[in-house]
């Protein structure tokens, strides 16, 4: 997969990262932008996802990626979505609430989205019970 997105070995970042995932512990990482931070942690939920039966309409998220602000929720979106080929949805303010919600119940294998709006979509009156 590092290869196929560029990268002939991986970065600092995704070297100090990748194995201590991998082996289900917290890691917490600073590093520059653009140094593969996102691949760094988002190659081990592939791993798990690719162990998952298919998402359909109303399952999911196997996985839920939060990020402070919306900007950085929309790049990390971009990056699971159009790069990675994952199916996700993104959660954040500034957009229509109705259509992430509808993106949601559609089913989704990552939902990234910022702290406060999850709390909006697992609020009761969202309509979403696949979050449970």
Not at 28 to 41: N, P, Q, R
Not at 51 to 68: C, L, S
């Amino acid at each position: 997969m590092i290869n196929k997105l560029g990268y002939e070995r991986p970065t600092p970042i995704q070297a100090l990262a990748l194995p201590i995932i991998m082996s289900g512990r917290d890691f917490i990482g600073v590093a520059a932008a653009g140094s593969g931070k996102t691949l760094a942690f988002v190659l081990p939920m592939l791993r798990h996802i690719k162990d998952q039966p298919p998402v359909v309409t109303g399952d999911g998220p196997i996985a839920v990626v939060m990020a402070p602000t919306p900007e950085l929720a929309q790049q990390i979106h971009i990056e699971i979505a159009e790069v990675l080929g994952i199916t996700c949805a993104c959660i954040y303010g500034g957009s229509r609430f109705d259509q992430q919600i509808s993106a949601l119940k559609r089913g989704c294998e990552i939902v990234v989205s910022t702290p406060d709006n999850m709390i909006d979509v697992l609020g009761p009156g969202s309509g979403v019970s696949n979050l449970g």
